[in-house]
């Protein structure tokens, strides 16, 4: 069983505020924001969103520029502050249009840019959110010697470096941003694979960074039969 969390990995959650009008959009865009360390609010309506931005802070608001009132959002005033969040605007179906650095969009809510798929957003938000998600002061992740460095990709336990394909670092950062929580084979797919992967490539996925960031060590990757996978200590008999 899990431990309770460590203190060798504290989490910054930043918030994120959603302006998505289709649940088809924003449900799984939450779900895979969240699974990569931020804190998400979505509404539906602009208007709403003006609201809560005059309420409380966020540090980013992904906008889908197809919701009617997004004019309203020009009026809020935590969009006039300095400290005022990025802006990341979306297609209706949830493409990347491109982002603005701050405030909020012209009234017809549209920018120049390239559509792009779910992760070119999720690498946009990373980019545009101060310390890149949930980090240490250096922005890498961390676990007891586990160390994860988000601006060099690269992966190291003690002394010892880690190699990892693309898909085992987007696989390592989702169980360290989840550090001693239990993970699906389902909320896994979705933050690694673009399309749903089997089953069997997840497990062979997780087989292939077990062994590579457990080696001689410590047990950090472990699966919790019938549930799914997570990464901490194991408990103790």
């Known amino acids: 069983m899990p431990k309770p969390p460590s ?88 493409e990347f249009l491109g982002s603005l650095p701050g405030g909020a969009p012209d009234a017809d809510g549209q920018t120049g840019g390239a559509h792009g798929r779910v992760a070119e957003v999720l690498a946009r938000a990373r980019q545009l959110v101060r310390g890149e998600g949930p980090a240490g002061g ?44 239990v993970l699906s084979k389902e909320q896994i797919g979705r933050h690694v694979w673009d399309d749903p992967p089997t089953d069997s490539a997840i497990e062979r996925l997780v087989s292939r960074l077990r062994r590579k960031v457990n080696g001689e060590q410590s047990a950090l990757i472990h699966t919790r039969r019938g549930f799914g996978y997570w990464l901490g200590r194991a408990a103790r008999p």
């Open 7 to 94: 203190t060798d990995a504290v989490p910054v959650t930043p918030d994120v505020l959603l302006v998505v009008a289709e649940p088809r959009t924003s449900e799984p865009l939450s779900a895979l924001l969240e699974l990569s360390g931020y804190r998400t609010v979505a509404v539906d309506r602009a208007t709403e969103a003006g609201l809560l931005l005059g309420e409380r802070r966020f540090d980013l608001v992904i906008l889908d520029v197809t919701v009617p009132d997004t004019a309203a959002l020009r009026h809020s005033r935590r969009l006039l502050a300095p400290d005022r969040p990025a802006v990341l605007l979306l297609t209706g179906t949830g």
């Open 138 to 181: 250096d922005g890498a992740l961390r676990y007891g010697d586990l160390v994860l460095d988000d601006a060099t990709r690269r992966a190291r336990r003690g002394e010892r470096g880690i190699e990892l394909t693309p898909a085992e670092y987007r696989l390592l950062r989702c169980l360290l941003v989840n550090a001693e929580r």
